[in-house]
């Protein structure tokens, strides 16, 4: 019988020893011969979801003798361990060449850590070289502590209880415990095990020590020297929590205390509170201890940012100030920078306490002095207190909060244009805070000649646009330039010398995006340019057909009121577009426009698009649709339907006389859609366009009389009320929070836009929700509520979106008004985990309170809300507001008014109440405006018995007085406004 | 890939009684085995210490991937004989830190000028983390020869990988430091906050450094005074030095430079580099910042253009004017060099490309610093430059009036100048707008208008 097969007997028979002999007693060369069968045959006999430890073992030992390193690797039967004697007799009857190789790779590749223990056994006999690498250390760790500690879910683990006695047994071989000791000098081998809480390390270290198998002493030591040897904080963790779990006596830390001195001072955290607990424990136990170096702990801790730690430091500061005064006091200075409020008053207060005791007050009031500026404005009084020197009052409002100069500028407005920025009954003598402004979408002068986009008439310059597109480093405008252009251009350039890198690169597309959907419409339009291929029926959008399920969604409610029945054949590519049938998500509405330019350019025909903004936001003068309408109506062409519906959703306000009478003398059907968006009659056929027409009547497009800034208009705000919420949350119990911000988000009597609100982002990348921010410019408020619908239903993941950002940053523009939906996007991204859309949020904050957008009350509302419906943290919120807050004076009103708002509409005490407190002490400190609401007074004076923090932070809050004859928030908020006026007023006087 | 063998003639130390400490830097290579700069004392032992720690820690460190495998390669330790400086570049190519340890700072000799790798082992960072002012500390960079000779022989070897990409990215820092403006100067406290604080932002996406009264904040949009930021956590290597920081600096590209040359989408934004620089007595550590966190600076090619243009014989002259200096100002130089101002800032450039000098931001001008490896030819240093000079020698770029045609392989790719920009039709420049530096297509293109010309 062949050596293979005598082996796979003896691992059926789950015999080692057996094994063992019959390897011995082989030479290399049948050895060898028997590798490839052996695996084979392990196939059958060893069930890959059957676990058979035994004779996987077995099987193991096996391979070790028949296979080189390289191949070894291969086999993936180490989860149980190799039997080690019989594998180090195996092991040493292989050639030495092929030992060595092994055991290196046993000390060295991961993949092999199991036979660490036969490599160890070699070592330990001087027969090899024993290397100090982090993989080797590894590989004792994972020895020492069990093979199988990184999967606890086998149900072949032992308890912890067996697990800590296997751990205790392996190491009374004090082999063994020099490894562990030898291991812990090596950084990443330690961050496995300082994370791995799957097992009690520290617990089966501590009985160890216990039992005498490892030295109590020398795991005391090394719970020091691991914090000074400059690991990350992630690889030290477990010094710390084993030296709480060994509870070093005092003698232990009398005899320790100048290497808990240096640990003290090393970076990471858990360091730092091991020193000063221990440090503390030395005082309380009558040591003396050096009051410079424990003073030197305490700074570090409270350099740091946790509040726990740099509490424990000031209590230790406490007792050292006893003693050494100078020392603890400069150490109290490093808490005067702390990032939190709360720690820069104790430290202060600390200093306070004991400026008496130091030698040299002055210079103490001097270097509190250099940590003036990090210092929270609430605490500027005590901090002048401690000093000595009085604060300085508010910063200068600067030359825009000047009455005078504000009377003038109101002067030169005419009251039109006052009432857009909303300041219609403004008196600059005696300023108060104005209302927000509300405007429509069209009030700016969007028609402005600042704004207007330029058109791509160069062939290279197509190219290259076209090739960024493929890049994807492309904007939304950007997109309906380039469609534009190769509409024009594309049927005479496709020969030229610069498509030709379009051709390459689209290739690249098509290798890199495999069947990837977006990039479908541009290969599409590629195919169409380069080599009049017409776009073929493809089954894209696979994707998206998740989540659409047949349901109705933005663009396509807007244009037809229906969803085909096989919408979600359709997008499942069962059936292959015809170029007939509505589209249903803005991206796939823009996909088939590019399938419409496809077209044209596979017929080589050139044409302008209907659809191409003239301006920025995605707007078209209607003069420049009427020339483009009557221009196709001379060269005999017909419109494209999809670019002809967009054309309509993007006509802008501003008609010049006659453009009426033009457009329906034009005759077609979009034509005379046209007219009607603009104000006459005009019969439409098309089912599509009509409901483009219908739609941006519906939506509030006034009739084309009005010219932008002609006449006061302001949007009436849609009421924010609870019954409204209430009655969504009635229509769909079992998506609560959805439907809550539906109802923020969304007019009561068009309760169906929080799910097109929702669908609008899912899926869209950078470009595309670029792009759909510009296929509906009359309702930006649709991107706030996008956000918030699909934000709000997680949010405590860390996680958010491109289209998420793109939406909300769209809002930042001052000349975009924020509806209800956009204040519903703006406090749910203000309370989501995510710090990076947390960041626009507050940008966009800092830019509705600029310019008078912001209304306070709806946000703060809004903040309430959350938290009354238990789905959003205070703290959150509290701190993007306080950043927001250290703005300017007007910005710090502002968040004042927001908290005000807030507390006064809290129903519930959330647990992290303190930090809205704080962060309207802090703002009405700046601002110097105190708690002037009646709601907010009323629940403070609820909250302000007792002895809590809350309570305490209640009363100041109370007691905190308002400077009236300081007037630079008001002035500020008046100035704001006004720059919008002006610049409107500027713009305005473009536009022809 | 090539590899560097750090041979120091034995490990570096620390030593000394409860009554001093002393540090001994071993060194390898440069202008000598085992060269020795410095030995006298550092008089603030406990930054020196921690600073040493940093730039240990940014060797050592992958900010990118940070789970890949990657050895790092040593520091190294730059004298002009009035300033020490340590310099590192992480694995990952997109930090690089230096510490300048000034005259005034130290009480000893400087006893030689060069710059050499140096040697900071795992045993010598257990050592330092331990170091405080309570000691006098004797800091030694190099051993002299006598105490070469006395030593036992045991020589301390290391093979380490050495790929051309991280070469260039250490050249390449010298290129981006050298466009950076002041932005803002920043007081102790307000710097010890942002410290603490900006590392702890979790924000996925770059941003702006804005400025608020109590610190700083992070950003969507772009200012002037703001700076750009990516990947805050790669700040958190300062964190030992924050409770000795006396101010803050920040450099950024001027504004001018900030939309991105090539006119990216305006809802994009262009990433640039920043650098950041801790302020202390006698003493000051520059942290540079890649624009992304996964941008290591090797890619950056703002050097190409400078390389593309300069002459060999002006590089080779401004080679010869080298001999240790800590500050050198091109301009004064341009005689010497019988170029004008600009050509002789554009030289210095292509020399810091080349490895030869480094850019201190504090002074705004350049100092001398050989790096210590063996050099190649610039132009493997810089594929892109090579490519560009192969299309050129194949007569690949053909002129139509102002636009050129260059081919490569089976794609023509068109290249023409858009106020003062050259812009192509390449993927690459598509990608990055110029943001990090000509594609081969463009400077192929400069390269066969400037030999018609000439």
């Known amino acids: ?992 | 890939m090539r590899e560097v063998t750090y041979r120091y003639v034995a490990p570096s130390t620390v030593s000394g009684t409860a009554d001093e400490r002393a540090v001994m830097l071993a060194t390898a290579g440069g202008r000598s085995a085992n060269p020795a700069f410095f030995s006298g004392f550092a008089e603030q032992p406990t930054l020196t210490a921690r600073a040493l720690l940093t730039i240990a820690e940014v060797a050592r460190t992958r900010y990118f991937d940070p789970g890949a495998a990657s050895r790092s390669r040593d520091p190294v330790v730059t004298s002009n004989m009035d300033v020490l400086r340590f310099e590192s570049l992480s694995a990952c190519n997109g930090v690089y830190a230096r510490f300048d340890l000034e005259a005034d700072a130290v009480d000893g000799t400087f006893l030689n000028w060069g710059t050499t790798n140096v040697d900071l082992n795992n045993p010598m960072r257990t050592a330092l983390a331990g170091i405080t002012d309570a000691e006098p500390l004797r800091l030694t960079v190099g051993r002299d020869e006598l105490t070469v000779d006395t030593l036992d022989g045991t020589v301390v070897e290391r093979r380490v990988p050495l790929p051309d990409r991280w070469v260039r990215g250490f050249a390449e820092v010298t290129v981006a430091a050298g466009a950076m403006m002041p932005i803002r100067a920043v007081a102790a406290g307000p710097a010890r906050r942002i410290l603490r604080e900006l590392p702890r932002l979790r924000a996925k996406r770059p941003g702006w450094v804005t400025w608020t009264p109590q610190g700083a904040r992070l950003t969507s949009t772009p200012h002037d005074t703001a700076v750009f930021l990516a990947g805050p956590q790669r700040l958190g290597s300062v964190g030992r030095l924050i409770p000795l920081v006396q101010g803050l600096r920040l450099y950024a590209p001027p504004p001018a430079h900030r939309a991105g040359v090539g006119g990216r989408a305006s809802s994009q934004r262009a990433a640039q580099p920043s650098a950041w620089e801790l302020v202390f007595d006698g003493a000051r550590l520059v942290l540079v910042l890649s624009p992304e966190v996964y941008r290591g600076f090797s890619g950056e090619g703002g050097i190409l253009t400078a390389l593309a243009h300069t002459d060999p014989d002006d590089l080779a002259a401004a080679a010869r004017l080298l001999h240790g200096q800590s500050m050198i100002d091109p301009a004064p130089l341009a005689d010497e060099l019988s170029v004008d101002p600009s050509t002789a800032w554009s030289v210095f450039h292509a020399l810091g490309g080349a490895g030869r000098v480094g850019f201190d931001l504090a002074s705004g001008g350049f100092f001398h610093r050989d790096l210590p490896f063996e050099r190649r030819a610039l132009d493997e240093l810089q594929p892109r430059l090579g490519d560009a000079r192969e299309l050129v020698a194949a007569g690949a770029v053909t002129f139509d009036g102002a636009s050129a045609s260059v081919r490569s392989g089976d794609t023509r790719y068109l290249v023409r100048r858009d106020a003062d920009v050259s812009r192509c039709t390449c993927p690459w420049f598509a990608k990055h707008r110029g943001e990090r530096g000509p594609c081969k297509h463009v400077i192929a293109a400069d390269l066969a208008r400037a030999e018609v010309h000439s």
Request: include cysteine; aromatic fraction near 4%.
């Open chain 1, 1 to 992: 019988m062949s050596l293979d097969r005598r082996l796979v007997d003896a691992i059926v028979a789950e015999d080692p020893e057996q094994v063992r002999d019959l390897l011995t007693a082989a030479t290399e060369k049948q050895r060898r011969a028997a590798d490839d069968p052996l695996r084979d045959e392990l196939q059958h006999v060893i069930p890959p979801r059957d676990p058979l430890p035994e004779r996987r073992r077995t099987a193991l030992l096996a391979i070790l003798g028949t296979s080189t390193s390289k191949t070894l690797r291969a086999f993936h039967l180490a989860r149980f361990g190799i039997p080690v004697p019989p594998a180090v007799a195996v092991l040493e009857a292989r050639p030495a060449a092929i030992r060595s190789a092994m055991l290196k790779a046993a000390t060295s590749d991961v993949l092999l850590r199991w036979l660490w223990p036969v490599a160890f056994d070699f070592i330990r006999r001087d027969q090899f070289t024993r290397p100090d690498t982090a993989e080797y250390a590894e590989g004792a760790l994972g020895h020492v502590f069990g093979v199988d500690w990184r999967w606890p879910m086998d149900r072949s683990n032992p308890t912890d209880e067996q697990w800590i006695d296997g751990v205790r047994e392996r190491l009374s071989d004090p082999d063994l415990a020099d490894e562990l000791f030898a291991a812990f000098r090596h950084e990443e081998p330690l961050v496995g095990l300082s994370t791995a809480r799957r097992r009690p390390v520290e617990a089966a270290l501590v009985r160890a020590a216990g039992d005498g198998a490892i030295q109590r002493s020398r795991l005391l030591d090394e719970c020091l020297d691991g914090h000074l040897r400059d690991f990350r904080p992630s690889a030290t963790r477990m010094f710390a929590r084993l030296w709480d779990e060994l509870a070093p006596t005092h003698d232990e830390l009398v005899a320790r205390q100048h290497r808990i001195t240096r640990v003290g001072s090393a970076q990471d955290p858990g360091a730092q509170l091991l020193a000063l607990t221990a440090l503390g424990a030395l005082l309380d136990g009558g040591e003396t201890v050096d009051p410079a170096q424990a003073s030197a702990v305490a700074a570090a801790a409270l350099s740091g940012t946790t509040k726990k730690l740099a509490t424990s430091a000031l209590r230790f500061l406490d007792r050292l100030a006893t003693i050494g005064p100078d020392p603890a006091v400069t150490a109290a200075l490093s808490g005067v920078g702390h990032p939190r409020a709360d720690v820069q008053e104790a430290s202060l207060a600390f200093v306070e306490r004991n400026l008496s005791r130091v030698s040299d007050p002055l210079t103490v009031r001097q270097d509190v002095l250099a940590w003036a500026d990090a210092v929270e404005p609430q605490l500027r009084a005590l901090l002048d207190d401690v000093t000595g020197i009085a604060a300085t009052g508010n910063e200068p409002v600067g030359p825009d909060g000047d009455r005078r100069e504000i009377a003038r500028r109101v002067a030169a407005l005419s009251a039109p244009q006052l009432a857009d920025a909303g300041l219609h009954d403004i008196d600059p003598t005696v300023p108060t805070l104005p209302p927000p402004v509300t405007f429509d979408p069209w009030s700016p002068p969007v028609l402005s000649p600042q704004r207007a986009t330029t058109r791509i008439d160069d062939p290279a310059e197509l190219a290259e646009a076209v090739v960024a597109w493929m890049a994807g480093s492309v904007d939304g405008i950007d997109v309906e330039r380039i469609l534009d252009g190769l509409a024009r251009l594309g049927a005479a350039s496709a020969g030229t010398a610069a498509a030709s890198a379009v051709r390459t690169q689209r290739e690249r597309l098509r290798e890199t995006s495999g069947t990837f959907a977006d990039a479908t419409p541009i290969v599409w339009l590629a195919d169409a340019w380069l080599d009049r291929r017409p776009p073929q029926p493809l089954p894209f959008v696979r994707r998206r057909a998740r989540w659409f399920g047949g349901r109705a969604d933005v663009v396509g409610d807007l244009v037809k009121p229906r969803v085909p029945s096989n919408a979600r054949r359709y997008w499942l590519g069962l059936t292959a577009y015809d170029g007939t049938r509505f589209p249903a998500h803005p991206a796939a509405f823009g996909a088939v426009r590019m399938w419409e330019v496809a077209h044209h350019l596979a017929e080589g025909q050139s044409r302008q698009l209907l659809a191409t903004p003239t301006h920025r936001g995605g707007w078209i003068a209607p003069a420049d649709l009427c020339h483009r309408l009557e221009e196709m109506q001379r060269r005999r062409l017909t419109p494209d339907r999809f670019d002809a519906v967009q054309a309509l959703l993007r006509i802008a306000p501003g008609v010049a006389d006659g453009l009426g009478d033009r457009l329906v003398a034009v005759g077609t059907d979009p034509a005379r859609a046209a007219a009607s968006i603009l104000g006459h009659h005009a019969r439409v056929r098309d089912e599509g366009l009509q409901r483009a027409a219908r739609i941006r009547v519906d939506l509030g497009l006034p009739a084309a009389s009005r010219r932008p800034g002609s006449q006061p208009h302001h949007a009436p705000q849609h009421a924010l009320r609870w019954p409204d919420i209430a009655d969504a949350g009635e229509r769909r119990r079992d998506d609560p929070v959805g439907i809550l911000l539906t109802a923020l988000a969304t007019p009561p009597d068009e309760i169906r836009w929080w799910h097109d609100a929702n669908v609008l982002l899912a899926g869209a990348d950078h470009t595309a929700m670029s792009r759909a921010t510009t296929a509906l410019p009359r309702f930006p408020d649709l991107y706030g509520a996008a956000v918030a619908t699909t934000v709000a239903f997680d949010l405590g993941a860390n996680r958010s979106s491109d289209a998420d950002h793109v939406a909300l940053a769209t809002l930042i523009d001052p000349d975009v008004p924020l509806g209800p939906g956009a204040h519903a996007g703006l406090a749910i991204a203000l309370t989501a985990r995510n710090e990076t859309l947390a960041t626009v949020a507050a940008d966009l904050t800092i830019a509705a309170i600029d310019d008078g957008r912001l209304d306070h009350v709806v946000l703060g509302e809004l903040l309430a809300t959350l938290v009354n419906e238990g789905v959003g943290l205070l703290s959150r919120p509290a701190s993007r507001l306080s950043n927001v807050a250290e703005h300017s004076l007007l910005h710090a009103d502002a968040v004042r008014r927001v908290w005000m708002t807030t507390l006064a509409a809290l129903e519930t005490l959330p647990r992290d109440l303190h930090a809205p407190l704080e962060g309207l002490l802090a703002a009405g400190t700046r601002c110097q405006r105190g708690v002037d609401d009646d709601g907010a007074r009323s629940f403070l004076e609820q909250l302000a018995t007792g002895n809590s923090k809350r309570a305490s932070l209640a009363r100041t809050l109370l007691e905190l007085p308002t400077v009236w004859d300081d007037v630079a928030p008001e002035l500020l908020a008046i100035a704001g406004r006004l720059t919008r006026a002006e610049r409107w007023a500027a713009q305005l006087a473009g536009v022809t």
